[in-house]
């Protein structure tokens, strides 16, 4: 069972990412907040729900929330960088957009780099224990997902509608025969 909140009175703010293991495209990220006492049945981490669960669930998130923000980290910033500080760059930027600044920020997993002048926890598996998580889960994935669908358009040969980007037999036989594209993360090692 997932819980309303981390505090009882603080104004608090989840945040997730997505695409942080694929090899195409941007690290997205999502901060939600939620009102206190929020509840769904169907909201969970997003890896457990189908695609036409999650694209209900933002219309739910996008509707219910005091507030929600996307930021995005590009592939050049994720090769520039490195994917963990590319992934904390688009989870301030999504954190920036929210209004009013939250008080408290739930990350979900084990590391954060600490936004300027804001208190946050850390949460290990922490989509599948608050429901502003899961929804930062759900936004950040949604919204990562119809980007890759985009660039699947310029490049079907890599298969990113099906794979998402992540590195597939299918995805590595198409970088073997065609040579990587563009937009993948060069910084990755894209063959086995």
Partial sequence: ML????????YEAG?????????VGPVVAAAVVLPKGFES???????????KQRL????????E?????????????????????????????????????????LIDGNRFKPYPFVAHQCVIGGDDL???IAAASILAKTHRDALLKELDAQYPQYG?????????????EAIAH?????????SFKLLA
Wanted: charged fraction near 25%.
């Fill in 178 to 186: 065609y040579g990587a594209c563009p937009v993948h993360r060069q």
């Fill in 56 to 63: 209900t669930l933002r219309e739910e998130i996008e509707r």
């Fill in 15 to 23: 945040v997730d990412e997505a695409g942080r293991g694929a090899a």
């Fill in 65 to 105: 929330a005091l507030a929600w923000a996307i930021g995005e980290a590009s592939h050049q910033e994720i090769d520039q960088y490195n994917i963990l500080q590319a992934t904390f760059l688009a989870m301030h930027r999504a954190i920036a957009q929210l209004a009013p600044v939250p008080e408290l920020l």
């Fill in 160 to 172: 990113w509608a099906a794979n998402k980007g992540y590195l597939t037999k299918a995805h590595r």
């Fill in 3 to 10: 819980h309303s909140s981390f505090s009882q009175d603080l």
């Fill in 41 to 51: 049945a169907l909201l969970r981490d997003s890896k457990k729900l189908t695609e």
């Fill in 130 to 132: 608050y429901y502003a």
